[in-house]
Structures are given as C-alpha cells and as structure tokens.
C-alpha cells in the first residue's frame, strides 16, 4: 500500500535522526523531500495532531519523535555508536530497542542528582537499577506531553 | 517519567514539588515495557497504538488498574 505525505514525512524523520543522529529541521525536511516547506509544517501539524510526533510551540520545529528528542534533557541515551537524547526514563531505555541494539541510559536521581546508568538489550535490563515514577495517569499522558 | 534510587526519594520529590505521588514501575519492568512499546517504531508502515494495544501491553507487565487506563 502507498505511503501517504504524512507516513513519507514520519519516516524521513526517522530516516535522516538515525543517518545524522539529530531531529531533523522543517528545512531539512524540505530539502529531503522535495517540497515547499509549508507542505512540511503542515504534515508535521498533522502528525503532532495524531500524537505521531511533539513540535515545538513557538517554531512548529519537532520537539519530540518519540522516543527521540530533539533537544538536550537529563536522559542520555549511547547505543549504535551514537549519542541521543530521550524525553524520559521510559524513553530513554525504547531507543536502543527502536535501534534493535544494546544501549546504555545516562541520567541521575531526580531527586538528589546521584549518578545512575543502565544499560539494555532486547528486552532484558543488563545492569542498572532504580524506580521510575510517572506522575500522571495514563489517560492524563497527552493533556501535556512536555511534563508527562 | 523520571528515574529515582529509591521509593524514599520519589517521597521526597513529590513533597519538594508538590507533587502527588503517581505510579511506579521497576527498571526492569520499564525495560521490557520500553522493548513491547517501541520496538517497531522504525517500522516504515509503523503506527500508533489502539487503546487496546496499549492496555495488553500494560496488562502484560502488571500494570493494571485505573492509573494505567488510557480511556
């Protein structure tokens, strides 16, 4: 089945972070896809809505392509030889999984700011320990991604 | 979705921000549900979970009850 704008759009995200191993910019996009960069911003508009990606407020830039985030945060994130950002804990041990590799998290007690690092394959946790907390209930999630 | 030492320190952080306390789930059942969660996100044909996805997922790993809940 063709892909539609919006999925071509989604997988050159995809496509370009792990090629340069940043979020791509609506400029790039643009560049990559052929098209004016309005279409672009319009897609991305589109995917945010479908909660596909997050965008920035103020620049319509992305954000967040789960679990991948485009700005620095306190999850750190080395697998496949790169260094990446997550948006949270959760995140942080999805992109070695969304990369099918072994990786390591790279963040601290939210609490105190002590050191910790884990480190995963597959679906297994090879070392590193700790509780995450989730504020907010499931259904609260996207009322505000940003703070979830 | 923050990552603490200890039960004790997650205390702490929701009295220091006024935070009411959430849910929480070990590194090791985060690990698995970040795996079942993501694993296919490069999927070219990739899309959102269904709300019903999602809650076979929670529900696999123990996360249960209303604050789990998508609906």
């Not at chain 1, 306190?74 to 969304?98: M, T």
């Not at chain 2, 694993?39 to 959102?48: A, E």
Request: hydrophobic share 40%; proline share 4%; glycine share 8%.
């Amino acid at each position: 089945m063709e892909l539609t704008f919006d999925q071509q759009v989604r997988n050159k995200v995809y496509e370009l972070l792990l090629a340069s191993g940043q979020l791509p910019s609506i400029a790039e996009l643009s560049s990559n896809l052929s098209c004016a960069t309005e279409e672009i911003r319009t897609s991305l508009r589109n995917l945010h809505a479908g909660k596909a990606l997050v965008l920035m407020p103020e620049s319509g830039e992305i954000l967040m392509a789960n679990p991948w985030s485009a700005v620095p945060t306190s999850y750190a994130v080395e697998a496949g030889g790169k260094s990446w950002w997550a948006n949270c804990a959760w995140d942080a041990l999805a992109i070695p999984a969304a990369m099918g590799v072994r990786g390591k998290m790279i963040t601290s007690c939210a609490c105190c700011g002590e050191a910790m690092t884990a480190e995963v394959e597959s679906r297994q946790l090879l070392g590193g320990e700790g509780i995450v907390h989730i504020a907010l209930p499931a259904k609260q999630w996207w009322n505000n991604i940003f703070f979830t | 979705m923050l990552l603490f030492r200890s039960e004790e320190h997650i205390e702490l952080w929701c009295e220091q921000w006024h935070q009411s306390r959430g849910g929480t789930m070990s590194l090791d059942t985060c690990a698995k549900l970040a795996f079942d969660w993501y694993h296919d996100r490069l999927n070219p044909n990739g899309r959102r979970k269904t709300p019903e996805e999602a809650k076979g997922i929670f529900d696999a790993l123990g996360l249960s009850g209303a604050f789990w809940s998508l609906t």
